[in-house]
């Protein structure tokens, strides 16, 4: 495992030049890639320039978002597909294999089964694509009961849900983005980490949760730093992760205001010595 940036997860700007300068002085290992700029640079001619800045600061490419709208109509969906070969080509190009989502725990429009059915066959056309050039499709499940509470309809809130979907698309190449949050909310456990093969992890995600909350009282976007309040068991998390032999990216995504208040240089610090504590506590730093 490698402690991974994703600078829009902590509200930090700037370019990839800029971002990959950030992670080597503040101690990353990662970086998420901006999949449209390689694309771009391999059309060039030019993909050697990113690999080079990538292996000047010390750094592996993360993951790179899906950049599919699936969640809409057919349309839509359909148009945002087109590009995605461009994208995935160039991640390879990169060494950038991991390819994370999310999905939403409720429709208001769907019942279950037409909602699974058409998540399906969408994630499959997105996975097949992603297949041609070696790349894993991650899927997020959504956990806070929160998220689902008023809602017309429920969808996948849970880990064992969204490996019935990996399976159902049936590519090979689709796992699980596996954010402790969402493990948490979810009343994952580590049992549930320890049974999972590595390459059904695609990608992971770690945060902390508010102390004081009941599990099912949390709210998806009130959050706190890993490791800050020991509500969620980020260690257990880590360790279960480590036993069942995962290597991949550990990226932050803690939801926290005040990380956009604050200098960039400063809230890669703070986010980058979260992790340590984290990987320490789990003795894996």
């Known amino acids: 495992m490698f402690k991974n940036l994703c600078a829009g997860a902590i509200g930090v700007g700037g370019s990839t030049l800029e971002v990959a300068a950030l992670a080597k002085k503040t101690g990353f290992g990662g970086m998420d890639l901006n999949a449209g700029e390689a694309a771009t640079l391999l059309e060039l001619g030019e993909l050697d320039t990113l690999k080079r800045l990538y292996e000047q600061y010390g750094l592996v490419p993360g993951g790179f978002g899906l950049p599919v709208e699936f969640r809409r109509d057919e349309e839509t969906f359909q148009k945002s597909l087109a590009p995605l070969p461009r994208l995935a080509k160039a991640a390879a190009a990169m060494g950038c294999f991991r390819c994370p989502t999310w999905i939403l ?9 037409e909602n699974f059915e058409t998540h399906r066959r969408r994630l499959k056309a997105c996975a097949e694509i992603l ?37 159902a698309i049936g590519t090979g190449n689709v796992g699980l983005l596996l954010d402790c949050w969402h493990w948490y909310t979810a009343h994952g456990t580590v049992a549930d980490i320890l049974a999972l093969r590595p390459e059904q992890i695609v990608y992971t995600h770690v945060n902390d949760a508010p102390a004081g909350v009941d599990v099912d009282a ?4 009130v959050r706190r730093m890993p490791g800050e309040t020991g509500v ?3 260690a257990g998390f880590l360790k279960a992760l480590a036993k069942i032999g995962y290597d991949g990216p550990v990226t932050a995504e803690p939801f926290v205001p005040q990380l956009k208040e604050l ?15 984290i990987l320490a506590q789990a003795g894996l730093a």
Not at 132 to 145: M, Q, R, S, T, Y
Not at 218 to 221: A, E, G, K, L, S
């Open 218 to 221: 949390q709210v998806d976007n």
């Open 232 to 234: 969620i068991d980020i």
């Open 105 to 113: 725990p409720f429709s208001n429009d769907l019942p279950f089964a």
């Open 131 to 167: 297949r041609d050039h070696g790349v894993w499709l991650g899927l997020e499940f959504v956990g806070p009961k929160t998220m689902r509470v008023g809602k017309t309809h429920e969808f996948i809130w849970n880990m064992k849900g969204m490996l019935e979907l990996a399976d």
């Open 263 to 277: 200098p960039a240089i400063e809230a890669c610090r703070r986010t980058s010595a979260a992790l340590d504590k």
